[in-house]
């Protein structure tokens, strides 16, 4: 059963093929079969079981959406009423939430069954998912590899079907990153599209919640369940949510496809380009035409990013202080002593340098030279898309430079990691949504194809995507030992 697709399982649970709680134990015993990915952090195996019997109710009494019954995950980011909620650092390693993030409450309306919390770097800040505080994730592709990061236990725990589908948080490329290298489905919505509260937040304004599914169909369900307006988070976009699941099987006769001359440039694997060709081949086949075109600003956007992620998260990791709430060292002298070694000891390395990085950046003296230019660049990034997008529907390209690296290999070189979000960075800097769908293989290890859309393009999104996975197999293929 936990090979079945959202929709499948909706119809099982109706037939009464199986129930909920068995379904849920399904999950629970592979999660524990495979502990080894080290995928969640927390399982909350009682409470999941509630809600499965809970769901059983409503399913017998003809009151259940296609959510209702399904075990998924939560990535750790997000706050679960009377659960640990620890973003992955020793910080919150005492945290358990008071009240549920938004996207937690809508989950439970829908009555899907929540198995646990999923393990992402510290406060989402990574590549490689080793900068968690509860140690690395293993891909199931090849566990001596990255699942990805900052969403990393939700990719691998969706490739190993260790849940139907899970949630994932994208500030630079944190969903479709692990989904290209787990080879699952992801999408990150346009800013705004998804509500930001009770989501802990990294850098805020580029900070957006998403599906991590295996197939686009299923990220249509999901994301019709996470989207609309949230008058708790002030950047969530009061737009109608349009029905993600009617136009997927649009035809794509006469879709403009536009590739960027410098996504196929020099740093990207030739085994990862020639895959992406033969994907963007199927695309002509299902009637797109295709062109090339230019993303000047390109280059810009790792910089520019990396500038303005840290001085966010310089600014919203200032509440962790060891007084509110979070780790709180032992025996402080004085109130400096405290703040001191709470934050020196509750934070981990990476998350330290992204403080300083921010802190330097937005200091007198420096704010001009760099955040202010940095947001300029950001303006010229999201020119540069706007152009693109006028001129071809939606644009293609690779979601990283290479497959999967092996765990321990670039985590003592910070600028190699940050580069692997070299192809991801940008659209978050402008907003626009983008997915990573999966598109084959390269030295036996998953490859993703980027499809980066318009403002609010969601469901041409999804519609792009599924009508690839009705052509193609590569969502349905399943690491050994894990089919
Ligand atoms: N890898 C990028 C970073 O560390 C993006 C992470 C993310 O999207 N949360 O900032």
Request: with cysteine.
């Amino acid at each position: 059963m936990h090979n079945k697709s959202i929709t499948e399982l909706a119809k099982s649970l109706r037939s009464g093929e199986f129930s909920s709680v068995e379904l849920t134990q399904a999950f629970l015993d592979r999660i524990n079969q495979h502990s080894a990915l080290n995928a969640y952090i927390t399982v909350t195996e009682e409470r999941a079981l509630e809600q499965a019997q809970q769901a059983d109710v409503r399913l017998a009494a003809g009151d259940a959406e296609l959510l209702t019954g399904i075990p998924f995950a939560q990535k750790d980011i997000f706050c679960t009423q009377n659960v640990k909620t620890s973003c992955g650092s020793k910080m919150l390693d005492n945290f358990i939430a008071p009240y549920n993030a938004t996207v937690v409450e809508k989950f439970n309306q829908a009555g899907a069954v929540m198995l646990g919390k999923l393990n992402m770097d510290e406060f989402a800040m990574g590549s490689s998912n080793e900068t968690s505080y509860y140690g690395a994730v293993r891909n199931p592709w090849d566990t001596n590899t990255v699942p990805g990061g900052s969403s990393g236990g939700s990719a691998a725990a969706v490739a190993a079907k260790l849940a139907v589908c899970a949630t994932g948080t994208d500030t630079g490329g944190s969903i479709r990153q692990p989904a290209a290298l787990c080879g699952i489905t992801g999408l990150k919505p346009t800013y705004g599209r998804v509500s930001r509260y009770g989501m802990i937040a990294y850098a805020s304004s580029l900070d957006q919640g998403g599906p991590m599914t295996r197939s686009a169909e299923d990220a249509a369900i999901m994301l019709q369940t996470m989207a609309g307006f949230d008058e708790k988070d002030s950047t969530s976009v009061d737009l109608p949510v349009p029905d993600y699941r009617i136009g997927l099987t649009n035809s794509l006769e006469g879709l403009k496809i536009g590739l960027p001359k410098e996504f196929f440039g020099e740093g990207l694997n030739s085994d990862v380009a020639a895959t992406l060709e033969a994907a963007i081949n199927e695309y002509r086949k299902l009637g797109a035409t295709v062109t090339e075109i230019s993303m000047p600003s390109f280059k810009l956007a790792i910089p520019a990013y990396y500038v303005i992620a840290p001085a966010e998260c310089s600014a919203n990791l200032s509440r962790f202080d060891g007084v509110r709430f979070g780790y709180r060292c032992e025996n402080p002298v004085d109130l400096t002593d405290l703040y001191t070694r709470s934050r020196g000891e509750g934070f981990g390395k990476e998350v330290k340098r992204r403080i300083l990085m921010g802190t330097y950046a937005l200091s007198t003296g420096y704010y001009d030279a760099y955040y202010i230019k940095a947001q300029k660049i950001r303006r010229v990034i999201s020119e540069d898309f706007k152009k693109a997008l006028s001129e071809v529907d939606v644009i293609m390209g690779p979601v990283t430079p290479s497959t999967a690296f092996g765990i321990g290999e670039k985590i003592a070189n910070p600028v190699e990691m940050y580069l692997s979000d070299i192809y991801t960075i940008a659209i978050n800097l402008a907003g626009v949504p983008a997915m990573s769908i999966p598109a084959g293989f390269a030295n036996n290890l998953p490859v993703g194809l980027q499809i980066i859309g318009n403002y609010f393009a969601e469901a041409k999104l999804l519609n792009i995507a599924h009508l690839y996975q009705q052509v193609t197999d590569w969502h349905t293929q399943s690491p050994k030992g894990f089919e």
